[in-house]
């Protein structure tokens, strides 16, 4: 017997067990196949996920919910499956099934397309095929992280890398991301002490980027648009800058164009964590009411949902559990879940991952760092090189999904984002969209991803 079936009305579903512990092919394929098998293996996934009751979706219309104030008191965690994937969103889908959750993002980063070596079509075909082997269903929020402006190649050639950019949002609507964070905060200018000098880079780009994605968004289908004003690590945002970029952001757009749901701001943390001598984590001084104040301007006089906060994932449970109170509507957690990962990879892959980035990249290694926090900052790096032999590394995928299903079972609670299963389906109303062929031009792939240091992890 066959898990599915394809006649003239589409693919049926025959068999949703045998579906659950076959579809990982497909997910394989995509990893690790030809271009050719990888768009082949997306068009399978996304039909047979339809059949199954899945579909990729906008938060749009949930996060118009927080700037109308008719929800409150959660915060949507955005997790980036950056190793073994499919495992790992296995895990994080089996806590989602366990707890209700329906209010939770998948997402990509630019920079991670070039140190994970997952494009969009991929990574969307992963994601939904961990979504059927656990037995979800209802919506999947893709979303692109920090399609950022690389500053350096700005400056050497604007156009082109404008031009990167937009292929890039255009290839990952394709793939089913209805959801996109704009990131041109590289470009803020700190020379000058005037704030709208300083943003006025910022916010006039993430206007056209917010005007091409919104002529390139399905029919049906409006796509959830983030800001970002500071970048993660640097000087904390402040409510002049909340007003002067929103504002500006505003007269860049048409009137009669749906803008922004939220907005990346800087409160304290840093990408990766603080990572002390001995590769123990220290505090970051995150500041509540600074977020719970940037979240208060963006809904009013802006209408914005309210604020992102970034690099979170160090922080203990008891500051995350602060979030949702301190109106942060998304949290990106990416770092816990490599940890996951790297933590119960084989000893041997381990050593090779780390002999490898001290090879690679040593001109990264700062003077005043430990071994331990080197590798900690470089450990994204070995992903790609080692990605086969990672996913093949069977004897430990049990092991790694169990460790991710921890850390999202806690982080769901801790974000009061259990039992919004109901939330979600009521929220979310656009139809499922029909799969189309991948929107590829001619700077699609042309930019190295993995050559950009400058770009956010």
């Known amino acids: 017997m066959t898990a599915i079936s394809v006649g003239d009305t589409g693919v049926e579903l025959v068999d949703r067990v045998q579906l659950a512990t076959s ?3 497909l997910a394989r394929f995509a990893a690790f196949g030809s271009g050719a098998v990888q768009i082949a293996a997306h068009q399978a996934t996304w039909d047979i996920a339809r059949a199954a009751g899945i579909y990729s979706a906008s938060i749009d219309a949930l996060y118009r919910q927080f700037a109308r104030n008719e929800i ?5 965690p955005a997790m980036n499956m950056r190793a073994i994937a499919f495992e790992s969103a296995r895990g994080v889908f089996q806590a989602m099934q366990e707890l209700d959750v329906g209010a939770a993002i998948f ?5 991670e397309i070039g140190f994970t070596g997952q494009r969009p079509h991929e990574y969307a075909t992963v994601i939904l095929c961990a979504a059927i082997a656990e037995g979800h269903t209802g919506p999947v929020f893709l979303q692109g992280d920090h399609f950022q402006v690389s500053a350096s190649r700005f400056a050497d050639n604007s156009e082109t890398e404008i031009v990167a950019v937009e292929a890039l949002i255009a290839e990952a609507i394709s793939a089913g991301f209805y959801n996109i964070d704009i990131d041109t905060s590289t470009l803020v200018d700190l020379s000058t002490n005037d704030i709208d000098a300083q943003q006025e880079p910022n916010y006039s780009l993430s206007g056209r980027f917010a005007n091409f994605t919104r002529q390139a968004e ?5 796509i959830s648009l983030g800001g970002e004003i500071g970048e993660v690590g640097e000087s904390n945002s402040t409510v002049e800058e909340v007003n002067v970029y929103l504002t500006g952001f505003e007269t860049c757009t048409p009137e009669n164009q749906l803008g922004l749901t939220k907005l990346s701001i800087q409160s304290g943390t840093r990408h990766g964590g603080n990572v002390l001598a001995d590769g123990s984590f220290g505090e970051m001084p995150i500041e509540f009411d600074l977020i719970e104040d940037l979240s208060a301007t963006c809904r009013e006089p802006h209408g914005l949902g309210g604020c992102v906060q970034h690099g979170a994932s160090m922080l203990t449970l008891e500051k995350i559990s602060k979030l949702p109170c301190a109106g942060c509507i998304e949290v990106h957690l990416a770092a816990a879940f490599l940890n996951a990962v790297y933590d119960n990879l084989p000893d041997h892959l381990v050593q090779s991952a ?3 980035a001290k090879e690679k990249f040593s001109d990264e290694w700062k003077p005043d760092w430990s071994e331990a926090q080197f590798l900690h900052h470089a450990r994204r790096y070995p992903i790609r090189a080692f990605k086969k032999e990672w996913w093949q590394a069977r004897e430990c995928h049990d092991a790694v999904r169990n460790a991710v299903y921890r850390s999202a079972f806690a982080y769901f609670k801790a974000l009061k ?3 919004t299963s109901d939330l979600i389906i009521a929220a979310i109303t656009h139809e499922p969209v029909r799969w189309v062929p991948p929107v590829l031009t001619e700077s699609t792939g042309k930019t190295d991803e993995s050559a950009i240091q400058d770009l956010a992890s």
Request: cysteine-free; charged content about 20%.
């Open 218 to 222: 399905p029919e049906g289908v409006t």
């Open 354 to 356: 780390d002999h490898w």
């Open 23 to 25: 579809i990982g092919v």
């Open 417 to 419: 984002v259990d039992n």
């Open 107 to 111: 997402e990509l980063s630019r920079g």
């Open 72 to 76: 409150s008191g959660l915060t949507v």
